[in-house]
């Protein structure tokens, strides 16, 4: 009988904590956004869909487009354009009018790791794209016309240079999977990843969603990038 008893009471604390009486996680990260202060990346993520993956069929490279071609007409490819941006220190091929970096050094955002670049050496930095290719082809952008794949994966608001290795770490992954080792950088991370869906009217997952409202939670005045 007190067996029966015990097992009764159990069953109606654990009912009253299930039907309110603690908050979940998915109840808190709703509140977070909620309560964000305008303007903010937290508050943005509001305007964000939320909508499972489409397939991944029919992905491929190609399907955005020349690699580093040079959509914005200067001259030089958009990989060299990141490395002029991203990297200081940096040197030029004679006789490239300028566009050709050979040298510099990169304070990489993903680990921390104060890298020199050589051109003899080019995998060691590589060009990430924020909202990886094959997720955005998931998200939205099969629907897209060539010219607009082309333009997104040379728009250097999706683009960063950044350490090889943790490049190759990241893959294809979203926020709910991947995010960078160095925690200082994760707030402006998952800002440009929202400023990037924002621009091209992607959407988000719900679990990606959640991941970046908890890493902006610990931020929340963090605006987004240009």
């Not at 097992?7 to 109606?12: A, F, N, P």
């Not at 990989?79 to 050979?102: E, Y």
């Not at 790791?113 to 997720?135: G, Y």
């Not at 490049?167 to 994760?186: H, T, V």
Request: glycine content about 8%; proline content about 4%.
């Amino acid at each position: 009988m007190v067996s029966i008893v015990l097992l009764l009471i159990t069953g109606v604390v654990g009912a009253v904590l299930l039907a309110g009486g603690g908050s979940s996680p998915l109840a808190d990260t709703t509140q977070a956004i909620a309560r964000a202060p305008t303007g903010s990346a937290l508050a943005s993520i509001r305007e964000v869909a939320v909508r499972g993956r489409a397939p991944k069929a029919g992905y491929s490279r190609a399907q955005f487009g020349e690699a580093w071609a040079d959509v914005d007409h200067n001259g030089c490819d958009t990989r060299d354009d990141v490395l002029r941006r991203d990297l200081t220190s940096i040197q030029v091929r004679a006789a490239t009018r300028g566009c050709v970096v050979v040298a510099g050094i990169l304070a990489d955002p993903y680990t921390g790791k104060r890298i020199q670049f050589s051109k003899s050496a080019a995998a060691q930095v590589q060009i990430d794209h924020v909202v990886a290719l094959s997720d955005a082809w998931q998200t939205g952008a099969q629907g897209w016309s060539d010219a607009t794949r082309l333009q997104f994966a040379n728009d250097p608001l999706e683009l960063l240079a950044v350490d090889g290795t943790a490049n190759q770490d990241k893959g294809d992954a979203d926020a709910a999977s991947w995010l960078p080792s160095q925690k200082s950088f994760r707030c402006a991370y998952v800002s440009r990843q929202v400023a990037v869906k924002l621009r091209y009217h992607l959407w988000v997952t719900a679990a990606e969603r959640d991941a970046i409202a908890r890493v902006l939670q610990k931020c929340p005045a963090e605006q987004l990038p240009g």
